[in-house]
DNA sequence: TTTATTTTCGTGCACGTGCACGAAAAATTT
DNA sequence: AAATTTTTCGTGCACGTGCACGAAAATAAA
């Protein structure tokens, strides 16, 4: 459509056309004001005439600023499911780091909502030009997504997100659907009258997070076994990640107490946490569901032990989030969609390499 | 570990600690000799004894030459095969407009290698800064691949890749593997005595084509089976893309001989030639999985004719190949690992959303 | 009309690198 | 030693944009 015969055009080139100075294009340019109106709309009008475009490099030259984009995060262990959210955090950090972007992680105790607070503080102290934002503490979260929008901060939610509609863009997952899919997955061409029940393993966590996203899961998941299977038990088992024994002491009785049932599913990403339990009770018709590509949770997928795992691409959130900011401080684009949804990734055994 | 202090390390700073001009440092970070050992040596430590990075916004600014990138393809119909490739290079190409890089299709007729060469030809004297190149006929690519080579051209495999180990990168997928994973899928938990029989559909190609990529994936599909199902009889059958009718008619008959089998299989991209059919004679226990996310599969496999498609996100294979010749022409970065195998996505009527 | 104030705009340098041109230095030939 | 060739190197401009400074023009106040 533009003519593409020979040279990029330039800031001098509108300059001359319009009859002004470069200084006053590129004041319109940046709405940066001090135009009189007739300078301004002959301005505009050259600009789409000859289609100008900036020239990336030439800006971000010019613009000395450095460009920080943070993160912050629960203070995770390795192989947790935050750990994940930072892999990606980085891994999106080396890619812009020579394009002069440098990011950096705030880390809180997910335990204290007062050191999230802390933590917030410190990230607008570093005056970032984009954060990457995974909700934990709903109130506090809240906060801090206003802070950011009143100092005109882009900020990405990943995982999940609030209802709040000032966020430049969002990479999550569906969360009811994927409960859906893991009840379909988990009973796969078992007729109904065989399936005995299901056991679902949940964890006893303190309510300090107010807000849970595999709530949803859940309900997506009873949703379809309501459907499906109507007449399907479900049981639910509550374990405390931090006593092993217990867990599989508890696992030990519930089973032998109901040696009819095989399925089992994890909503939460810590599946692995059977792991124990079921290397010392082999079964091969138990069917084990769970979620994320944690290391550990990979291990039990390989060995066998969980047959399906569901993920979400945890690492590719943050990863893509940082990547939107990133085009978004060089090149002033914005992504395509706002709310973008992962793809649910069915992992077996079988196609775990390359992911 | 570097200091982190202030300001960037600049060829000036270098320079200036090195006791010579800027000049010869740009000589030595390039390469272009008329520097004397002494000096060069002298460069070389202080570069990385200050840790120094070049500016990749003043480097493209200053480097005027105009890049592009160019693949080669079949010319295809819209929801091909190869329309996803061409799909993903054309995301890529979008990306990186911004940034002064351009990219070129050069089309060839995917029934005439004489096209494939003319095409090839006009690629060359495109003289392009990088080039994606998905194999087809297996002679001229070879040619081609090597006039790359001498050029000192880079150049990226998708979807296959030949014995050649010239190349920049390879972006694909496990073929072997994908075959494997069929067969499992294909016969995900039934008893052995309870499997009749499986049918492969196969397509009646013309022999240009030295190198079929689906080969192997046939190969994978056959251990599996002799591994599990030895018994188990495979059953081929040929048609014809071109003609539909006959198509039905063939399974028609098939299927009124062998009434027990309810497995079928296609190895290509092509599963919804059996749209029509499968329509026409609906059957709750059948069992149909194919390959690739044409748009066709797609719909075929959310109306249930399809139960499962493996995929490997062919348009990305092409799009991670624009971005790495991208990075390697900005920021002169190879990608991690040269040979990248894709992988393997699982995709059923419940998760083929945001693929 | 003159002066003060505000609005509008032009000029020019800086950003860090690539590269051409030609000068200086070293090596070779006469 | 002088002249010539080759090697080595320094200088300076260009790339296109951002922004500060101050000048010019327009407007308001005297």
Chains 1, 2 share one sequence.
Not at 36 to 41: A, G, I, L, N, V
């Amino acid at each position: 459509m533009e003519e593409e015969n020979n040279k990029k055009i330039t800031i001098a080139d509108v300059a001359k056309l319009a009859g002004v100075s470069k200084g006053t294009v590129d004041r319109v340019l940046h709405d940066r004001g001090g135009v009189s109106r007739k300078s301004m709309e002959k301005i505009r009008q050259v600009i789409d005439e000859l289609g100008y475009e900036p020239n990336v490099y030439a800006s971000m030259l010019a613009m000395r600023k450095e460009h920080v984009i943070a993160c912050i995060l629960p203070d995770s262990i390795k192989d947790d499911y935050w750990y994940l959210v930072r892999e990606g955090f980085e891994k999106g950090g080396e890619n812009i780091a020579s394009m002069n972007i440098r990011t950096r992680i705030f880390l809180y105790d997910q335990y204290s909502p007062e050191s999230f607070r802390k933590a917030g503080m410190q990230l607008l102290e570093s005056n970032p030009s984009g954060v990457v934002l995974p909700p934990f503490f709903k109130n506090d979260t809240y906060t801090l997504a206003n802070a950011l929008s009143l100092r005109g901060i882009p900020y990405v939610y990943v995982d999940s997100k609030l209802e709040d509609d000032g966020h430049f863009a969002y990479y999550g997952m569906p969360m009811y659907k994927s409960g859906y899919l893991c009840a379909r997955l988990l009973t796969l061409r078992v007729p109904q009258k065989q399936l005995k029940g299901v056991l679902v393993v949940r964890i006893i966590r303190d309510k300090m997070r107010q807000s849970d996203p595999t709530l949803n899961r859940r309900s997506g998941f009873l949703d379809y076994m309501a459907e499906y299977y109507p007449s399907c038990g479900i049981h639910n088992l509550f374990i405390d990640p931090q006593a092993p024994k217990d867990t599989e002491r508890q696992l030990n009785t519930f089973f032998k107490a109901h040696p009819g049932i095989r399925h089992i599913v994890m909503f939460n990403s810590r599946v692995h946490l059977l792991s124990d339990y079921l290397s010392r009770n082999p079964d091969p018709d138990r069917v084990v569901v769970g979620f994320d590509n944690l290391e550990k949770n990979i291990s039990a997928l390989s060995s066998g032990l969980v047959s399906v795992l569901i993920c979400q691409h945890t690492d590719l959130q943050s990863y893509n989030a940082v990547m939107a900011l990133s085009d978004y401080i060089i090149k002033h684009k914005r992504p395509e969609r706002k709310d973008n949804f992962m793809h649910m990734d069915i992992l077996t055994s079988l196609n775990i390499d390359n992911y």
